[in-house]
């Protein structure tokens, strides 16, 4: 792998993959954000969607990201995430249940007093970004 990137993606509790690709696209707070080797330094906050990890030889795979930040330097791309699961550590079930909870409430059919809207958008994405992260893995596949 001539032009690799080495990618750590990491939460406070474990580190999801340590590996080297050609290409790494995220989502950033100001749109989305791909990288090949040799990129600049950069730092960027990530909102909830897969990150896509594509190789040489164009296998892709995806990463399911909630939040966080990600580091660009010296060919190494370091993601430290709230929350980061592998295609197949996904319930997909409860992410759609999660999802339709949520649409419920930014919806107005769902009511309660104590309602967040700001959790409920968060909580959306987060479901979204699961179910996205699932259903791109297996058109890899």
Known sequence: MANKIHVEIITP???????????VVVRALDGEIGILSDHMP?????LEWPVKLKK????????SVSGGFM?????????LATVAELPEEIDCKRAEAAKERA????????TDEQFDHMRAEVSLRRAVGRL???ELNSHTH
């Open 13 to 23: 509790t474990r580190t999801i993959l340590k590996d080297d690709f050609s290409m």
């Open 56 to 63: 040489d030889d164009e296998s892709e795979c995806f990463v």
């Open 71 to 79: 580091e660009v330097r010296d060919n190494v791309i370091t993601i």
């Open 42 to 46: 950069l730092i960027s906050s990530l």
């Open 132 to 134: 996205k992260t699932v």
């Open 103 to 110: 649409e419920a409430r930014l919806t107005g059919k769902m």
